[in-house]
């Protein structure tokens, strides 16, 4: 199966996130594109089984260089498939309460996903799969265990193909 991936990382830790997930796609036998999305152009994107988009998420959203990607995707066939990574800060507890913010309060923090998946749904494409992976400081490093989760994505991604 051919898999395309664009990816915007600013600090990093989602280039590491795509580069395994490419990575583990490619042990398997599949081809992988693997692409920065500021050196390529969303109108011209070449055919695939997949579409994977990943982004972090900057005040709750993906970052606005994805979001304008997203927009003027076009890809040559409808109801391709599409799957979404986005990488967010780990929760932390308040400085001044000592409290970490309840599931409903981190939900607007992270946005990134229902987002991009808005956006691509009105292209008429259908999600697969997304993943969440999680950084825990500002330039890293990312959550313990990280590349576990990205193997079991890679897993889930390729049983809906």
Same mark, same amino acid.
């Given at each position: ?81 599409? $799957? ?5 800060? $780990? ?12 599931? $409903? ?57």
């Amino acid at each position: 199966m051919k898999i395309e991936v664009y990816f915007e990382s600013k600090h990093g830790n989602g280039k590491k996130v795509v580069e395994k997930l490419a990575e583990d796609l490619t042990a398997k036998g599949h081809a992988v594109g693997l692409h920065h999305i500021g050196e390529v152009r969303p109108k011209e994107m070449p055919s695939a089984d997949l579409y994977l988009f990943s982004s972090p998420t900057r005040m709750g959203k993906p970052v606005g260089s994805m979001r304008r990607f997203v927009k003027k995707v076009k890809v040559p066939t409808q109801g391709a498939k599409y $799957a979404l990574i986005a990488t967010h800060g $780990a929760a932390k507890p308040n400085k001044k309460t000592g409290v970490i913010p309840s599931p $409903a309060e981190l939900e607007k923090w992270r946005r990134t996903i229902p987002m991009m998946e808005e956006i691509l749904n009105r292209k008429g494409m259908m999600k697969v799969a997304d993943l969440q992976v999680y950084v825990l400081d500002l330039k890293g490093p990312l959550e313990d265990g990280w590349e576990d989760k990205v193997g079991v994505f890679a897993e889930l991604v390729l049983s809906k193909l």
